[in-house]
Structure formats: C-alpha cells, structure tokens
C-alpha cells in the first residue's frame, strides 16, 4: 500500500509559477511510474506528467515548455513545477503511483489560476 499526500496548491495570477509536491509513504524506487493527473469541474481527469523510475518523462501536449515534473527517491517525492500558468490550467491536481496492476492516488491539491 502506498499513500500519497500532496501539497503546494493555492490561488495564483496567470504567469505565475506554483511547485507541486507529492510525498510517499514509502520508497518510489521501485514503482513504474508516478504522475501527476488533474481534473476541471465537469471534466474528465487528464495526464498532466509521468516520470518513470527510469527518469523518462512524458507531458500532456497543454502543458509542454511550461510544466517540469521531477522526483527526489531520497526523499520519496515527486514535484510539478508549473510556470506560465493559465486560467485553464485551473483544476484540482492529483498525485498518482502505479506499480505492476496496481495504482494509488492521492486526495487532490487545488490550483486555481485567476486572469
């Protein structure tokens, strides 16, 4: 069982710049992936960012050159960090690990970007 909490969400201009951070219960070493997804009132959930235990990286095409998601397996965390941010990139964001069939998630952290 992982648990995942995250943090840094909050209420920002657009251009501005917010650091998500994902905290594992245990060690991320070992898992396949670990992602970042978010969700917009009646909207479905989307990928935002993965990186993989390897350290491959894969962004949703809305977030590309603005989005950086990196891991600290020392510190069992996972970051978002997003500049430039826009009006629709307002969503609450989740943290997501997946390991074999296997996938946890976190409770959310709201971002909401004002224009």
């Known amino acids: 069982q992982v648990q995942l909490v995250e943090s840094g969400g909050g209420l920002v201009q657009a251009g501005g710049s917010l650091r998500l951070s994902c905290a594992a219960s245990?060690?991320?070493?070992?898992?396949?992936?670990m992602g970042w997804y978010r969700q917009a009132p009646g909207k479905q959930r989307e990928l935002v960012a993965a990186?993989?235990?390897?350290?491959?990286?894969n962004y949703a095409d809305s977030v590309k050159g603005r989005f950086t998601i990196s891991r600290d397996n020392a510190k069992n965390t996972v970051y978002l960090q997003m500049n430039s941010l826009k009006p629709e990139d307002t969503a609450m964001y989740y943290c997501?690990?997946?390991?074999?069939?296997?996938?946890?998630w976190g409770q959310g952290t709201q971002v909401t970007v004002s224009s």
């Open positions: 997501n690990a997946k390991h074999l069939l296997f996938d946890w």
């Open positions: 245990g060690s991320i070493v070992s898992l396949n992936a």
């Open positions: 990186i993989t235990s390897g350290g491959s990286t």
